[in-house]
């Protein structure tokens, strides 16, 4: 069997930790006896949708940003992301003194469209059904000598998101279990970097939505393999391929993949809602939904959950919190409700 240098190591997560300090937010952990006692263990809730642009997407931004010569940040970044990402790219860019042009698509949520507009960002759009969001950051960077911040299949991308779990040992302790989300696989890949490089027996587990098992499958597969592109509420995890990096790292440190359905999602977010008194977007509460509904399968004494972000605007959080209503269902046309991938 071929060994391969992995891309990342625990110590590029210490790295990225101390160039975050100061800059990102140490996010709270919190606990919640009713969760305890519904579940049957004790769990750590890792909140990061109170992290800077609302999500965990900033820790890597700026960890990939903040490495740039003088003369990269001189000319500028670009990214493409239909969200969270864009977001954290253009406030590293401002925090860090230079330019972003951002790749989003036209059905973007407007308010996370606005938001990045908001922090100093030139936004790109396109049709996501007809366009290469990737190719079309990579003609910009080409053209204006721009460098690309790629949302998750980047060294510095996937150490950044690992700071994630490595507080939440910090502040927790070893942990039996981790959960989070997978969308691209940045999170997970650095938060099992962080994990299995300090306690090598805690078990990583994926939540990703019924609509799109792209990394499920390639772990089953034991290659990348594509999907159609997911229409799921959980818009920060549609991803059709995992992505190359990512997927190297994963393959190696997850010990598993569990799904859940847009319903399971919607309950999670009335839970966290209601008990936690929390906002979460679908991806983030996607951890919550597996645990609340078994498929994260019988559980350790000690859990641990990465809520990635609470980046959802008052009228959709409503609709999709509402019992029984359907509103916030994906849209067989990409029209109203459906906000497609990152």
């Known amino acids: 069997m071929t060994t391969t240098t992995p891309p990342i190591t625990l110590d590029d997560v210490r790295s990225a930790a101390a160039r975050l300090r100061g800059v990102a937010h140490r996010t ?6 009713t969760l305890d006692a519904l579940v049957g263990a004790e769990v750590h809730l890792k ?44 406030l590293a860019a401002r925090e860090l003194g230079t330019t ?27 049709d996501r059904y007809t366009g290469d969001r990737a190719a079309i950051a990579e003609s910009l960077a080409a053209e204006r000598g721009l460098t690309l911040v790629p949302p998750y299949d980047h060294p510095h991308v996937i150490a950044g998101q690992g700071t994630a779990a490595l507080e939440l040992l910090e502040e927790s302790g070893e942990l039996d279990a981790l959960i989070a ?19 090598p027996a805690t078990r990583v587990i994926g939540v990703e939505p019924e609509a799109g098992d792209d990394t499920r499958r390639s772990l089953e597969a034991g290659r990348r393999v594509t999907v159609p592109v997911p229409r799921t509420i959980a818009d920060g995890q549609a991803v059709a391929t995992p ?7 994963n393959r190696r440190l997850l010990d598993g993949v569990v799904l859940v359905d847009d319903e399971a999602i919607k309950e999670a977010m009335r839970f966290a809602f209601t008990r936690l008194k929390i906002v ?31 980046n959802v605007d008052t009228e959709r959080f409503a609709r999709l919190c509402a019992p ?16 497609g991938g990152r």
Request: glycine share 16%; hydrophobic share 40%; proline share 9%.
């Open 28 to 33: 709270p952990v919190l606990r919640s006896r």
């Open 47 to 90: 909140c990061e949708n109170f992290q800077r642009v609302g999500a965990f997407k900033f820790r890597g931004a700026y960890n990939t940003v903040s490495r740039l010569t003088r003369d990269q940040l001189a000319r500028g970044v670009v990214a493409y992301s239909s969200g969270n990402h864009a977001q954290a790219v253009a």
């Open 100 to 126: 972003a042009v951002v790749v989003m698509p036209e059905d973007a949520p407007p308010s996370k469209r606005a938001a990045t507009e908001g922090y100093g960002a030139t936004v790109v759009s396109y």
């Open 181 to 199: 989300p997978v969308g691209g696989g940045g999170l997970i890949a650095g938060s099992a970097t962080a994990v299995k490089g300090l306690h």
């Open 243 to 249: 992505g190359e990096l990512t997927f190297a790292v």
């Open 280 to 310: 979460l977007e679908p991806s983030g509460a996607t951890p919550l939904a597996a645990l609340l509904t078994g498929r994260a399968g019988p559980l350790p004494p000690r859990v641990g959950l990465i809520l990635s972000g609470g």
């Open 324 to 339: 029984g209503d359907r509103a916030g269902a994906p849209h067989p046309d990409g029209g109203p409700g459906w906000t």
